[in-house]
């Protein structure tokens, strides 16, 4: 199997597992906002992210919210949108980063950034989107919910799926180069467990704060 054929092998069996993950595990957790549902599939695209770059974060972005628009989803383009917009702005940034100095400080910094492009677009395209597919919901109303709902909500969401990739990336890798499935440059850095506990410990911290809220 040669590189091109190794690497598209890798991403389509990551959009399956992606997909998977997003149909399976749904949680609802913000109070008065009932239509939005946590799920890991975020946690998939960003390790794609990581492994081969921002584009082929974006090509998994989209090609899973098609996925999901033509079998299970009821929201249709709009649906597709939102969802592929949600991937990438938190994948894309980060693999960016990663490219650039592939070390866990690199994918610390990867993730961070792309919390802090994901939380803003989110928000924005909520307030833009949420009145057009939602019946009876005023742009007023989705206002008001900004603040208190929608920024916590993808926050929580954006960080806790970050927080999951430090811990999974360095095992993951290495099971897909035994498999030979991926073949990427080495990193310029030992992957630190100490971080990899830190990034655990967020998230058992961001899962109790999911169920008390």
Known sequence: MNGKTRHLTTMAMLVALAYIVGFFIRIRF??????????????IIVLGGLMFGPLSALIMSVSLAFLEMITHSDSGPI???????????????????????????????GIVVGILVVVPTMLLWNYIMVPIYMTGVTREAVTGMLVPIFLPFNLIKASLNGAVVLIIYKPITDALKAARLLDTPKSK????????????FIVLSLILLMIVM
């Open 79 to 109: 649906g597709m949108l939102m969802n592929a917009l949600g991937s990438a702005a938190l994948a894309c940034p980060a693999a960016f980063v990663y490219q650039q100095r592939r070390t866990m400080v690199g994918a610390i910094s």
């Open 189 to 200: 850095g030992k992957w630190h467990w100490g971080l990899m506990l830190t990034a655990a």
């Open 30 to 43: 913000m109070p008065g906002a009932q239509f939005l549902t946590y799920d890991p599939k975020d946690i």
